[in-house]
């Protein structure tokens, strides 16, 4: 089976995973407590307020049909209408996503570098002093919650030293032509060397807080697979060539250890962007997880459903890319 | 590898380089909030803070507030008449005002804006209380006659809160819609919409051309930042010049008193809080279990222990500061001994068991676990029920009937206690807003008669009145009255926020 194909059926197999994920989080919305239109009035206002706005916003129609209406929207694209806002969702979302994308795939990138680096290192220095230093720092890596990091990263980093912003994205001042919404592509498409200034002096913060925990785990499993790979008896084979230890270990011994690492990028984005809803709070940070977070507290419905379908569309592709990712570093792996 | 490569490069590079600002003298003021405003326009102004802010600062009414007594002044009328049965009010307006769009200000807009409010078509939850106008006269092209149905006792105050009766640019609204006005705004106040950037900020530049005079502050910029512990280190390195009352975190408060360049300050506000409770199901359909209930209750530990010392220890529902406070109702003491007798007189010898609905957030929580203690003293057995506040307010309107009790309380919104008592204690109020489902024909009828009453020493003691049988009756539990916190930096000269919190730059000054 050629890629094209096995693309193509990939895709066909996720329309369920889609309209799964559409009606679960249709029905959840709906049986959490709490009514938009309360949200809307707040607690002065009267019964029939209250039944006008549930009219207005059509909360009063039978749920299957709601669906159905939804539904044939989301197939022509239409995500609905914000409750709050009066925007469409999808603008909405577009004119976010691009800032989480920005954290998370720098956060995803960190996480790699460190995680293959210190864990190579704690592989091949095993049982030195180095691999329990590594072993204390991916313990509390893997242990320590979002909110606190952040905000100690914050209290040293931006505060006492004033190296970073406490939060926010970019200084207003700086604030690049408006292409693609990552801003760190904009600036450099322009040439905006203050933008981009000003762009990863914001980034820095919010990505290694974001980046800690799967770059804790990404060490361990890198030096697992590595320890595993040296008593392969390839790796013996090409010692006993007399080739020298640098060569059997990063161009023999790390390119099959990172196989595995390759399947847990898609991992590490699926838990940036779950865990975006901490560190956009933390930081301030204009992006999605905040959007959807504030959608709940208003109940705005429209939104919370939008924006947990595009999260799990872009799930589906992000995980498709590394398989197709994987079988370019692993020929033996067939599409099947 | 060469991708890490060039971000160390780049970053080491930025590390000492701080982005120069660029080298324009704007004064600008930067107010930090937890949550993001929605729009600027009244009409579809849902309930938010942020929402009313920045409306109270891009929008005038025909009236204004004098920031020091809260009397109304003239804004866009400059004197007004008030017919013999009270119910005519007649504006002259000023000739010489234009709207942010560029078009004049006259009578037919004031009849546009507020023909609008009252029908009551929009969702507008403050303009609502513009449904007591019953008709609006252009009489010429500057002098406007107002009618209500019945007296209002407080329609001047209701003309001088922008979040109640702001006058919209009339040929805005036609142009956009109410929808796409409220993303741009076009009023005649001292603030001109700039822009709003989703999640981050909302921008107002001065209105250079503002009747009253220019204001000095050049531009504002509410930055939109959520968490409490993040605001707070904005403030201290200087990138926020001030947090809202509707952001500031009494557990700051301490920890900021001791630094320099930030100044800490604790305004009255008219918020009047207490226990909700529901008055036709036992056992609290018995007027001495709730008396046994304020008597259970140490205020002055609430105040000091979940406060941290900010609110003042209430005895009724109107907030010491606003019109109608009785000045000589009885102090609500603390007194167990006298609880306990009553609950044995109502037949509660043992106490009884009974739930009370939290709300999240500073200080419901805490306050609810000192109560929760003080009744137990008194053998009544609290239950918390936490839940998040749009989902306690939906119970509530679902569960009217059959929920026990609501640590929550009251806002007023105009300078005349007879709003508070009326929406809180009036039957025809039921379900909601008197959701205690309160009935006292006597206390009806005051109602009824205060509104009509003009004289405002006379409408005081049928307000005395009102709140003595509020005192007996004990509908909800008194509290305390909350006050608003403000922290901002020193550079700054003058902030007014009124008694709803609102904050009002018109009248602010910032050294650069």
Known sequence: ?336 | MALLAVAILVSSSIYLTSPQRSAEKENVLVVGISVEPQGGNVAAAVESSADSEVISNMFDSLLRKDPSSGEPLPALATSWEISSDGLTYTFRLRKDVKFHDGTSFNASAVKVNFDTYREGKNIGTRVRLLRVISEVKVIDDYTVAVRTGTPVPYMLDLMAIPTISAIRSPSAVLKLGDEGFAKKPSGTGPFKFDHHTGGTEYVVVANTEYFLGRPKIDKIVWRVIPDPATLRLELEKGTVDYIDPFAAVPGDADALKGKKDIVVKEIPSWKSRFIEINNRKAPFNNVLVRRALSFAIDRDAIIKIALRGFGVVSDGAIPVNMFGHAPNLPKLNYDPVRAKELLAQAGYPNGFEANLIVTPGAPWPDVATVIQANLRDVGVKITLQPMETVAAYSFIYQNNTTYDMLLQGRGGIVDDGWLLLWELFYSQNIPNPNRFRYVNPEVDRLLDSARKVTDRSERLKLYYQIQEIITRDMPVVPLYYATGLMYYRSTITTLYVDPNLYTYFYYSTKTT
């Not at chain 1, 009219?55 to 939804?70: G, I, K, N």
């Not at chain 1, 196989?259 to 898609?266: D, Y």
């Not at chain 1, 208003?298 to 924006?307: C, H, S």
């Open chain 1, 1 to 336: 089976m050629g890629l094209r194909e096995y693309i193509v059926r990939r895709l066909l197999y996720s329309v369920p995973t889609f309209l799964l994920v559409s009606v679960i989080i249709f029905v959840i919305v709906r049986v959490m407590p709490g009514d938009p239109a309360v949200a809307m009035l707040g607690d002065l206002a009267t019964a029939e307020d209250i039944k006008n706005i549930r009219r207005a916003l059509r909360l009063d129609e039978p749920l299957p049909l709601q669906y159905l209406t939804y539904l044939s929207g989301v197939l022509q694209g239409d995500l609905g209408t914000s409750v709050w806002t009066r925007t469409p969702v999808l603008t909405e979302i577009l004119s976010r996503f691009p800032a989480t994308i920005e954290v998370t795939v720098l956060a995803a990138v960190i996480a790699a570098i460190i995680g293959i680096f210190s864990g190579t290192l704690s592989a091949v220095k095993r049982n030195s002093w180095l691999d329990h230093a590594n072993r204390v720092w991916v313990l509390a890596g893997s242990s320590m919650p979002f909110f606190w990091l952040g905000l100690m990263l914050q209290i040293l980093f931006a505060a006492q030293l004033g190296w970073f912003p406490v939060s926010g994205r970019i200084d207003r001042e700086f604030l690049p032509q408006y292409i693609t919404g990552l801003y760190i592509i904009d600036s450099l498409l322009t040439g905006n060397l203050g933008s981009l200034n000003s762009t990863i002096r914001h980034l820095i913060l919010p990505a290694i807080t974001s980046a800690a925990f799967a770059a804790a785990i990404a060490s361990r499993m890198v030096r697992i697979s590595i320890l595993e790979v040296l008593v392969q008896q390839y790796i013996t084979a090409a010692r006993a060539k007399g080739l020298p230890e640098r060569i059997v270990l990063y161009k023999h011994a790390l390119r099959n250890a990172l196989i595995p690492i390759v399947t847990i990028f898609g991992i590490m984005v699926a838990w940036g962007l779950g865990g975006s809803i901490l560190i956009e709070t933390v930081f301030s940070w204009p992006g999605m997880g905040r959007y959807m977070f504030e959608a709940i507290g208003k109940r705005d419905f429209p939104v919370i459903q939008g924006v947990v379908l595009f999260y799990s569309i872009t799930l589906v592709t992000v995980n498709l890319l590394v398989d197709i990712a994987y079988g370019y570093i692993n020929p033996q792996i067939r599409y099947e």
